[in-house]
């Protein structure tokens, strides 16, 4: 019998900023979120290779991040703002000198050389970070999947022509940015949908939609397998998802199923042949926790702490309970051992986990999904520590696995139906889908109904200025449709930002559905609304060779 596996699972995703501004939600998001997280993971990955241990991680890159990431700006953006936070650290260093703070002038050159050690392996890999990720896959150490191409909320979109977009969209990314097609998806926000009879008749279920465009597997939440109670990877990180518990959370009736098993899905009725990874709890829980799990350490650095002016951080975690005036300065060195620490303590979580699910007849499979944001961006430490769980695995004869090779070496020997469900607060949908953001789905499902009367009216062999509008406006509706803006929205962590940006996609696409009307009685645009088409061309870039019939399947 093949030996256990453990698959680590990281979901890269940014909603697209490239092009729509600077700060703080423009290409300082995107270049944050290399700097911190995305570069550090990459050093890692390579790090272990050269040690001779092969990751074998499961790295999602959303495919509008991968648009983002190989975007001819990219590098200025990032390059502009890593040279700014030098700058921010050299300014601080002679502050603190000055105010005779040894301490902190020494974290100021820890800084500097952190950015130092970044920007020489952005350079060193040709400034593109998709083709590092992409060498480290053709060499067999990690699999790079897909996901929705705007990271579109599946269940709650009201058209398939919305979900045919979303898919098709997507692998084509994928396909011109890796190489070949994925061979599986991370369902954004782990949001799944059986077949489903509506007005309009039958809808297929997310897991027939992903086998008809060869996907074979996608990660589930573990309620909606094994059943109990939802378990939320974002509270600890986001407050206002508190003031939704006094809603009773779902509770699913327990099934009975072993979250360490993987089962092919299907609807009643259904011909879905995807394949269901399960979201380990035990594990997850130790991770995503910032009051019971590692990144609340209090010797880790503190996320929320920053120095000004600059927006580095000096300080670590030193108490969960006090203000942020309390904060000790922080320690790499205490800091790195706790890494050590637990990083062997998750080791032992995982094998004695591993051992509780021993069966003789099959290998048993721990599935642990994250975004990978949280390494390195709020949880500094996290890819050190990733790095570490990866050879600590390997010494007590766990075996890490990419999820195409546990698929191989774990295939599903059952055949279940899921309820419909996502991994975000109470397991439903009401993170994304309140009466904060009912408005927002408004919006969405009148631009479904708007684009399905455009492509009615165009059909096959459209001129080409025709098919130009109708293309630019299917990446604003899809734009529009990233669960992004109804997150920020009930999260409040960037709710005016997202409100601007729904209403922003939402008026060019109302904008390019009169053009693609004007263009069908008239042949030609003005002037003006050349101009205007040419300008969301830019801002909306993604997907460049996305064609409007793939709407249709």
């Given amino acids: 019998m093949s030996p256990s596996a453990y698959c680590l699972v990281l979901h890269a995703h940014l909603p697209l900023v490239l092009r729509h501004g600077r700060w703080p939600h423009g290409s300082d998001w995107l270049s944050e979120a290399t700097l911190e997280c995305y570069l550090p993971l990459l050093a890692a990955a390579e790090s272990l290779v050269a040690k001779g241990v092969s990751p074998k991680w499961t790295i999602n890159i959303s495919p509008v991040l991968a648009e983002q990431l190989a975007a001819p700006d990219f ?71 897909t ?36 061979r599986g998806i991370w369902l954004p926000e782990c949001a799944y949908r059986p077949r489903a009879v509506f007005a309009e008749g039958v809808r297929p279920g997310v897991e027939e939609l992903l086998a008809r465009y060869g996907l074979r597997f996608f990660v589930a939440d ?72 590692y990144p609340g350490d209090f010797a880790y650095l503190e996320f ?126 009401r993170v994304w889908l309140n009466r904060e953001t009912a408005w927002v789905w408004e919006r969405i499902t009148s631009a479904e109904q708007s684009l399905a009367d455009l492509l009615g009216k165009i059909g096959r062999g459209a001129p080409p200025l025709v098919q130009r509008v109708a293309a630019q406006a299917c990446r604003e509706l899809l734009l529009l449709q990233a669960s992004d803006w109804p997150f920020l929205i009930t999260t409040w962590s960037a709710r005016d930002y997202a409100e601007r940006r729904v209403n922003e996609h939402f008026t060019a696409f109302n904008r390019l559905v009169e053009m693609g009307r004007l263009v069908l009685s008239e042949g030609a645009l003005s002037r003006e609304d050349e101009r205007t088409l040419g300008e969301l061309e830019r801002t909306g870039f993604c997907f460049p060779d996305l064609d409007p019939g793939w709407a249709r399947g």
Wanted: aromatic residues 10%; charged residues 25%; glycine residues 10%.
């Fill in 304 to 429: 929320h702490k920053t120095h000004y002016p600059g927006g580095i951080r000096y300080w670590r975690v030193t108490d969960l309970t006090r203000d942020l005036g309390t904060k000790a300065v922080y320690d790499p060195e205490q800091a790195e051992a706790r890494v050590l620490a637990h990083a062997r303590h998750f080791v032992s979580l995982v094998s004695a986990t591993l051992a509780e699910v021993d069966d003789s007849r099959r290998p048993a499979v721990l599935c642990a999904p994250y975004d990978a944001e949280l390494f390195g961006h709020w949880w500094f430490e996290g890819p050190a520590w990733l790095s570490r769980v990866t050879e600590g695995l390997r010494d007590v004869g766990i075996t890490p696995m990419t999820l195409s090779e546990a698929l191989e070496a774990a295939p599903p020997q059952e055949v279940v139906s899921l309820g419909e469900g996502s991994w975000g607060e109470g397991g439903d949908h």
């Fill in 75 to 145: 590098p200025t953006e990032l390059l502009f703002y890593m040279e700014n936070r030098r700058r921010a650290c050299r300014e601080n260093l002679e502050y603190f000198q000055r105010s005779e703070r040894p301490d902190l002038a020494v974290l100021a050159g820890f800084w500097e050389e952190t950015l130092d050690r970044m920007g020489e392996l952005f350079h060193r890999r040709g400034q593109n970070l998709l083709g590092a990720f992409a060498d480290l896959e053709r060499a067999g150490h990690v699999e790079v999947i």
């Fill in 222 to 293: 573990h309620h909606l397998v094994a059943g109990g109670t939802p378990l939320s990877p974002y509270r600890g990180r986001f407050p206002a998802l508190g003031a939704m518990v006094g809603e009773p959370a779902p509770v699913v009736s327990p099934g009975g199923r072993s979250p360490y098993r993987t089962y092919r899905i299907a609807s009643r009725d259904g011909a879905g042949t995807a394949v269901a990874f399960v979201r380990d709890p035990k594990s997850t829980f130790q991770v995503w926790s910032r009051a019971a799990g």
């Fill in 147 to 182: 996901c929705a191409a705007t990271h579109g909320y599946l269940p709650l979109l009201s058209r398939d022509e919305s979900l045919h977009l979303q898919l098709r969209a997507a692998i084509e990314a994928h396909r011109r940015h890796f190489g070949r097609a994925p």
